[in-house]
C-alpha cells in the first residue's frame, strides 16, 4: 500500500505530541510529589512545635498557676493546630498558636525567677529554633506550590493537567495581619 | 532572580553544546589531517573519562582531606549547623555532611557528587567575621551548588577539556612523524588543511576558555539560587564585599582546589579578577547583579 509522505508526517508529528504529553505529565507527577513530601517535612516541624508546648505551659504555670486564660488558649490553638486537615485549617491554626505564645511569653516576662530557670531557657532555644525550620519549610512547600502551579497552568500543559486530574494546591499563607510578626522571644 | 536563575541555566547548557561542537570540529579536523579518521575521538574520550572518575566519585574525599577539613558535630559547632540544616530544610536537600577548616581566612566550600554525598566546609575566619544574615548567604550559595548538580557539571567539562587536550597532542605527535593522510582523495585542499591544523593547535586553550566561561556562569547561578533560598541577596552581597576586603591568606588552598570555594582564595586579592581565565566572576559584578535583584 503507497503511504504518502504527508501520511508519514502526519504519524511522526503524532508520536512527538504523544512524547510530549507524556513528559509533561510525568513533570506534574514528580512535581506533585513534591508538594506532599514538603508539606509532610512542615507537619515534622510542627508536631515538634506542639510537643514542645505542653511542657513550656507547664514549666510557667509552676510559677504563674493563675493566669488561665493564657493557658487556655495555647493548649487550644495547640488543638486546633494537631486537628487540622486542609493547609486553610493548618495556616488558621498557625495564626492562633502564634498570638497564643506570644501573649504567654508575655506573661512570663513578668516573672524573673521563671525566666531565669534552665527549663524555661532550653524551652525558649528549642521553640525559637523550631519556628526558624517551620518558617524555612514553609518557604519550600510554598516554593514546590509555586513551580506546579506554574506547569500546570501554563499553556498547552494544562490540557494534559485537564486530562490528568491535576488540581491546583493552596498555599500556606498567613491570613491575619497581626500574625505577621514572628513569635518574639526577646527577654 | 527566577529569571536570573533560568538565563545562567540556559547560558551554561550552551556553552556545553559549543563544547560538543568544538569536539566535533576536532573529530572532522582529525579525519582531515590523519590516518587515525574521526574516531580517535572515543579513544580520547574513554581515557578522560578514565583519568576524570575517581577524582568524581571521591571528589567529596579528595577535597576535604587536601583541605584539612574536620568534621563539625551539632554539639561542637550548633550556629553553623542549625545554619546549614534550615537552609537544607529551605532548598529541599538532604543536610550535607558539615565541616570546619581551622584558617582565620574567611572562605568557605562545597563538594560532593550528588546531593546524597555532599559536603559543606567554612573556615573558623567566616564564622568569625560575618554576621548571621552573611553566613546565611554564603553558606546557601554553597549549597546551591550542590544543590544544582555543579561538581557534576564541571567533572563532565573537565573530561571534555581532557578530550581535546589529548586530541590535539595526539595530532601534534601525529605531524611530527609526518602520518599525514595523502590528499589523494582529491577533496581536501591546502587552506582546509591549514584551517583544521590551526585549529587543532588552538583548540586546548579554546577549551580552557570555555570552562572558564562554565565556571563563571555557574557561580553566578549559585549566587542567584542561594538569594532564592535566603530570600535575602544582601547577606550574600555583603559577605562577599568582607570576605574581599579581608586579606588574610588561605592556607591551605592550593591551585586544584582554589576554584571550589566561594572566592578564589589565590587570585582574588591581586587583582586578576577580570580575566577570561578566571574561574569566578569579578567581585564587583556578582555584588551588583544581587543587589539588583
Known amino acids: 500500500m503507497d503511504m504518502g509522505i504527508t501520511a508519514w508526517v502526519l504519524i511522526g508529528i503524532g508520536g512527538l505530541i504523544v512524547l510530549w504529553a507524556i513528559v509533561t505529565y510525568n513533570r506534574m507527577i514528580v512535581l506533585r510529589n513534591r508538594i506532599d513530601n514538603a508539606w509532610s517535612q512542615v507537619d515534622v516541624q510542627l508536631r515538634r512545635r506542639y510537643d514542645l508546648i505542653p511542657n513550656l505551659v507547664e514549666v510557667v504555670k509552676g510559677y504563674a498557676a493563675h493566669e488561665r486564660q493564657t493557658f487556655e488558649e495555647v493548649t487550644k490553638a495547640r488543638q486546633a493546630g494537631i486537628d487540622a486537615r486542609t493547609v486553610q485549617d493548618q495556616a488558621a491554626a498557625e495564626n492562633m498558636i502564634s498570638q497564643a505564645l506570644r501573649r504567654l511569653f508575655a506573661v512570663a516576662e513578668a516573672y524573673p525567677q521563671l525566666r531565669a530557670t534552665e527549663n524555661f531557657a532550653q524551652l525558649q532555644e528549642e521553640l525559637a529554633g523550631t519556628e526558624s525550620k517551620i518558617a524555612y519549610s514553609r518557604q519550600f512547600y510554598n516554593d514546590s506550590v509555586l513551580g506546579y502551579h506554574n506547569l500546570i497552568q501554563a499553556f498547552p500543559a494544562r490540557i494534559v493537567a485537564g486530562m490528568g486530574g491535576f488540581r491546583p494546591r493552596d498555599y500556606f499563607e498567613i491570613t491575619e495581619a497581626e500574625a505577621r510578626g514572628p513569635v518574639q522571644v526577646q527577654f | ?293
Open chain 2, 1 to 293: 532572580m527566577f529569571d536570573q536563575i533560568a538565563s545562567n541555566r540556559r547560558r551554561s547548557y550552551l556553552l556545553i553544546v559549543l563544547f560538543v561542537l568544538l569536539i566535533a570540529g576536532i573529530g572532522y579536523a582529525f579525519g582531515l589531517l590523519t590516518e587515525l579518521g574521526y574516531y580517535a575521538v572515543i579513544p580520547a574520550a574513554a581515557i578522560a573519562i578514565a583519568v576524570s572518575w575517581s577524582s568524581y566519585y571521591y571528589s567529596d574525599r579528595i577535597v576535604l582531606s587536601m583541605s584539612k577539613a574536620r568534621p563539625a558535630s551539632r554539639q561542637q559547632e550548633p550556629y553553623l549547623w542549625n545554619t546549614v540544616e534550615g537552609l537544607s530544610i529551605a532548598a529541599g536537600l538532604p543536610m550535607p555532611r558539615v565541616y570546619i577548616i581551622e584558617d582565620s581566612a574567611p572562605n568557605a566550600f562545597a563538594t560532593g557528587r550528588d546531593p546524597q554525598h555532599a559536603a559543606v566546609a567554612v573556615t573558623r575566619g567566616l564564622l568569625d567575621k560575618l554576621n548571621r544574615l552573611e553566613l546565611e548567604g554564603v553558606v546557601a550559595h554553597e549549597m546551591s551548588h550542590i544543590g544544582n548538580y555543579d561538581i557534576r557539571l564541571m567533572t563532565l567539562v573537565t573530561v571534555l577539556v581532557g578530550t581535546v587536550v589529548l586530541l590535539s597532542d595526539w595530532m601534534a605527535r601525529g605531524l611530527r612523524y609526518g602520518r599525514r593522510r595523502s590528499s589523494g582523495k582529491g577533496g581536501a585542499g591546502g587552506i582546509v588543511v591549514l584551517v583544521a591544523l590551526v585549529f587543532l593547535i588552538l583548540s586546548p586553550v579554546i577549551a580552557r576558555l570555555i570552562r572558564f566561561a562554565i565556571s563563571r556562569q555557574r557561580e553566578f547561578l549559585a549566587d542567584a539560587s542561594g538569594a532564592l533560598m535566603t530570600r535575602y541577596p544582601e547577606g550574600l552581597a555583603s559577605a562577599l564585599e568582607k570576605l574581599v576586603a579581608d586579606t588574610d591568606p588561605l592556607e591551605v588552598a592550593n591551585k586544584a582546589t582554589a576554584h571550589l570555594y566561594i572566592i578564589n582564595p589565590l587570585t582574588e586579592h591581586k587583582g586578576w579578577t577580570n580575566t577570561l581565565f578566571s574561574t569566578h566572576p569579578p567581585l564587583a559584578e556578582r555584588v551588583a547583579r544581587l543587589r539588583a535583584m
